[in-house]
């Protein structure tokens, strides 16, 4: 029985409530905290339960933190605010001795980049503190890494060859939207491309390298190679690893929309002077695009993400392997008012609350996902909505 406070109540914080609230032998109080009291009161009042309660914190500020945290004394804080927030809430969970999970790696506003090295230097500190910090754990990041660890424990004697496969198949019927926040998705789509090759990262042109692949229950899609964070930790954490590779699809109709959103500056991040006024495009354009959790209502389709590894079986076979994942978007939405890429991260961040709380990923320090064991996380997010499948020794295409 334990205390939580999620920061974001954006989709994926909607979920996490959600999800959590589903869970009360687990978490016996739920507060879901964001900038915007109102948000955040709107989820409460959806999941109906007196358990679940709202609050108000600007998550930027290590002050405000540190008073929430003292108000509520959490033993976990999940964050699902945006990744600019990671390093003041992790500063906060040390000050208030405060567990602390996540989706999404630290990135700072003023430079679209994004490493696991800042939240890595927390290790020491959270050790000394006797405290757990998990990292990304959505999706993907998240069960990704978990699906790799999973498949090195139980299939690979070596591990070669990694492809994340990322396809979503839905349609929302907007001209343009992003699925979720449109400030971090374009920030990370727009980046020069990156892949492990044999001991180092290859650099290439933002989606300049792209093939049709085959999604289970989908069929081809247009696929193209962006460099995603999970490849950070999987090949320091899995040096067997000979080339690993993350790929995400695109219709023609987005892509159009990115170019010509690039094209005439409103993907810059830097401030510009509009009638006095300082404005950065990126977050003005984000106030004039659908809302991602808007999208749900009229989203069709599925997501599949997986991965798709070759190398050694236990016995030293050659062999392949393809675990994954489809995700309805209809579904999600009508178990949580959501789309499936909300759904998707935020069940697996609930499972990770629960593998916390229920001792079976608890050790001070600052680790990935894949360095916990992966069964009964997986296990947890199967039972929990999101079933996998698995393709032995099938092609995988790559
Ligand atoms: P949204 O933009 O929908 O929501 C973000 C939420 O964060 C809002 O409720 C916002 O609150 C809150 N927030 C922003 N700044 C602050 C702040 N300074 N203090 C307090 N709250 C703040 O984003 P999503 O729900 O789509 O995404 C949430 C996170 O999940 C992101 O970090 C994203 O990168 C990550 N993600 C991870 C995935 C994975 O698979 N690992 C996939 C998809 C997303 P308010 O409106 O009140 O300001």
């Known amino acids: 029985m334990s205390k939580v406070v999620i920061i974001g109540a954006g989709g994926v914080g909607t979920v996490v409530a959600h999800k959590c609230a589903q869970h009360p032998e687990v978490f016996s109080e739920i507060v879901i905290a964001s900038r915007t009291l109102s948000k955040c009161q709107a ?17 930027d500020s290590v002050a405000q933190l540190v008073a929430l945290f003292k108000k509520h004394k959490p033993e976990l804080v999940i964050n699902v605010a945006l990744p600019y927030q990671d390093l003041t809430i992790m500063d906060a969970c040390l000050e208030c001795g405060v567990n602390y999970l996540d989706t999404a790696n630290y990135e700072p506003k003023d430079v679209a980049h994004f490493e696991y090295s800042w939240q ?47 396809c979503n198949a839905g349609d929302h019927g907007k001209a343009f939207a992003t699925n979720f926040n449109p400030e971090i998705n374009i920030r990370e789509i727009t980046q020069n491309g990156r892949y492990w090759q044999d001991g180092e990262w290859v650099v290439t042109k933002p989606l300049e ?62 401030e510009v002077d509009y009638n006095g006024t300082k404005i950065v495009p990126l977050q003005f354009l984000k106030a004039v695009l659908p809302n991602p959790q808007d999208l749900g209502e009229n989203y069709h389709g599925e997501t599949s993400i997986g991965c798709r590894i070759s190398g050694l079986d236990k016995e030293g076979k050659p062999m392949t392997y393809y675990i994954y994942n489809n995700c309805s978007h209809e579904a999600a939405y009508k178990e949580t008012g959501m789309q499936a890429v909300s759904y998707t991260t935020g069940v697996p961040a609930m499972c990770g609350a629960i593998m916390f709380l229920t001792g079976q990923w608890r050790k001070a320090g600052v680790y990935n996902v894949e360095e916990f064991n992966p069964d009964p996380f997986l296990e947890a997010v199967a039972a929990n909505g999101l079933p996998w499948h698995e393709i032995i020794n099938g092609d995988l295409e790559l």
């Open 209 to 270: 390298f792209h093939q049709p692949l085959n999604y289970p229950g989908i069929g081809a899609r247009e696929s193209y190679l962006l460099y995603h964070e999970e490849l950070e930790s999987l090949v320091k954490n899995f040096p067997s690893i000979k080339r690993a590779r993350f790929w995400m699809t695109f219709g023609q109709e987005y892509l159009t929309h990115l170019r010509v959103i690039q094209n005439i500056g409103m993907a810059r991040i830097d």
């Open 43 to 59: 989820v409460v009042d959806a999941i109906g339960k007196s358990h679940v309660s709202a609050d108000c914190v600007d998550a």
């Open 120 to 166: 890595w230097a927390y290790k020491e500190k959270f050790e000394k503190a006797g405290l757990t910090a998990i990292l990304g754990c959505g999706f993907d990041p998240g069960v990704t890494g978990v699906f790799t660890a999973y498949a090195a424990k139980h299939y690979f004697s070596e591990m070669q060859y990694l492809d994340i496969v990322d």
